[in-house]
T-cell receptor
């Protein structure tokens, strides 16, 4: 069974600084997707960034980028120039590219932005 | 365009009562998912609909839980004889296909007294 581990329950960063959230996963598959979702107090899960396992290039979305290490099964999220609106729970998620298409989530990291 | 919508936003019920939670997916999305987010339990998969195929019910925690999707669009999650441990946020997501990104609704917070 696939598992996703986020070892940092809470993180904090000064506004305008850079922070990295960690995620590791376990799977025997070679073809899959990885995601970072953000959940602010409003409860809405918002997609931050997506990575296809077959792509060697790390995904980037504006201030958000990932460090995808397939051999190490590691998928960290880097947030540059942190803003107050980045404060939220961040979930790492895995989805295989076949069969049951459910997402498997990590337990989340609560990110606090210090003004 | 319109995102995934869910209703009600919040629901308080008494133990033993039945509840229905509704999800309206993004128009044109063929796949629909239900997840449950409990304190201390994280996010867990409940059920998955894809087009006209039989749903994947492997995540439903008991036979008190059921879901249907009418006309390939709106879905209803029904919990019969609610228990206090059913208290959670129920999230619905849809995607354009089995390989697509899942887009989530705002969730329904259920409190069973």
């Amino acid at each position: 069974a696939q598992t996703v581990t986020q070892s940092q329950p809470e993180m904090s960063v000064q506004e305008a600084e850079t922070v990295t959230l960690s995620c590791t996963y376990d799977t025997s598959e070679s073809d899959y997707y990885l995601f970072w979702y953000k959940q602010p107090p409003s409860r809405q899960m918002i997609l931050v960034i997506r990575q296809e396992a077959y792509k060697q290039q790390n995904a980037t979305e504006n201030r958000f980028s990932v460090n995808f290490q397939k051999a190490a099964k590691s998928f960290s999220l880097k947030i540059s120039d942190s803003q107050l609106g980045d404060a939220a729970m961040y979930f790492c998620a895995y989805k295989p590219n076949f069969g049951n298409e459910k997402l498997t989530f990590g337990t989340g990291t609560r990110l606090t932005i210090i003004p | 365009g319109a995102g995934v919508s869910q209703s009600p936003s919040n629901k308080v019920t008494e133990k033993g009562k039945d509840v229905e939670l509704r999800c309206d997916p993004i128009s044109g999305h063929t796949a629909l998912y239900w997840y449950r987010q409990s304190l201390g339990q994280g996010l867990e998969f409940l059920i998955y609909f894809q087009g006209n195929s039989a749903p994947d019910k492997s995540g439903l925690p008991s036979d008190r839980f059921s879901a249907e999707r009418t006309g390939g669009s709106v879905s209803t999650l029904t919990i019969q004889r609610t228990q206090q441990e059913d208290s959670a946020v129920y999230l619905c997501a849809s995607s354009p296909g089995t390989v697509g990104t899942q887009y989530f609704g705002p969730g329904t917070r259920l409190l069973v007294l």
